[in-house]
């Protein structure tokens, strides 16, 4: 499978920005979706994740201004960022793996090459 990331961009605090991600391919069968963002020295960090079955998971940082949702039967996953704050600056990316959703990224085995999200104060 292959994932190709995008809608990052420049927004304002208190902004919003959708993201997507559209896989290709050979899909996974019972997918899971993550999103994970690398902020500048930074590790990577798991963001959120949707299954098979459209069950979502998010860190808590981002609970309540982020939604995972997926569409065109599950070969492409937005992510709706609400209430952009600057430290949501990151590289964003997508990742694939099948069956359920794991927040170690190590569990994912398909990436997209991740798109720019800046959020100014």
């Known amino acids: 499978v292959q994932l190709q990331a995008f809608g990052g961009g420049l927004v304002q605090a208190g902004g919003s920005l959708r993201l997507s991600c559209a896989a290709s391919?050979?899909?996974?069968?019972?997918?899971?979706v993550g999103w994970f963002r690398q902020a500048s020295g930074k590790e990577r960090e798991f963001v959120s994740a949707?299954?098979?079955?459209?069950?979502?998971n998010y860190v808590d940082s981002v609970k309540d201004r982020f939604t995972i949702s997926r569409a065109n039967a599950g070969n492409t996953v937005f992510l709706q960022m609400n209430d952009l704050k600057p430290e949501d600056t990151a590289v964003y990316y997508c990742?694939?793996?099948?069956?359920?959703?794991?927040?170690?990224?190590?569990?994912?085995?398909?990436w997209g090459q991740g798109t720019l999200v800046t959020v100014s104060s």
């Open positions: 990742a694939a793996r099948q069956g359920s959703a794991f927040r170690q990224e190590k569990y994912y085995n398909a």
């Open positions: 391919g050979r899909i996974f069968r019972s997918p899971t």
């Open positions: 949707i299954d098979w079955n459209g069950v979502t």
